[in-house]
């Protein structure tokens, strides 16, 4: 499904395998403020893109020729009213800085820093909220590993996403 998309913004994700896609999701419907939560569990690896730059499909495609990633879970952190589990990765970490360079033309500040990924749990909510549900989340929480499966192009429509395409690791 090659589109080219003529105006606005892309997003791109790392996707989740579906058991941890579920976990994250779960923890999103039960924190998140049911008005503000119309988006899955998600990593983010780019916020704006030009939806209108032909090369982007082709890049993904090149960069998704691997095997999934394996990313460790190693903190709960609380961020204002934010709540997210953050991730570790070498690979990732690496693969981003690739990917960067590719993009490199295109992208804007945020996406020019050092990657620094997580999960978004909770948001929206006072700060008292992300401090209750920091301090419920961080009681005895040990580090755990998640799998990924492939990256995703999602266009921006200004609150919720719509998913363009999937870009698939090669299968284990």
């Known amino acids: 499904m090659r589109q080219i998309l003529q105006t606005g913004t892309l997003i791109i994700t790392l996707d989740l395998a579906p058991v941890d896609q579920a976990f994250f999701n779960a923890l999103r419907e ?5 008005h503000a939560n119309y988006l899955d569990a998600h990593i983010t690896l780019f916020h704006k893109l030009p939806a209108n730059e032909v090369g982007i499909p082709d890049i993904l495609t090149k960069f998704a020729n691997r095997n999934p990633i394996t990313l460790e879970v190693n903190n709960v952190h609380v961020m204002g009213t934010c709540v997210a589990y953050t991730l570790v990765s070498e690979e990732l970490r690496k693969l981003h800085e690739e990917m960067q360079t ?7 500040k945020q996406d ?3 990657l620094r990924p997580h999960i978004t749990v909770q948001n929206k909510v006072t700060a008292f909220k992300a401090q209750q549900l920091h301090q419920q989340l961080s009681a005895g ?3 755990f590993r998640i799998a990924t499966i492939g990256f995703s192009m999602w266009k921006y429509l200004k609150g919720p996403w719509r998913l363009i ?3 698939p690791f090669l299968p284990l």
Not at 30 to 34: E, G, I
Request: charged share 15%; aromatic share 24%; net charge positive.
């Open 141 to 143: 929480f040990t580090p």
């Open 165 to 167: 395409e999937k870009y």
């Open 112 to 114: 020019q820093q050092v």
């Open 102 to 108: 590719a993009f490199g033309p295109w992208l804007i």
């Open 30 to 34: 039960k924190h998140f403020p049911a």
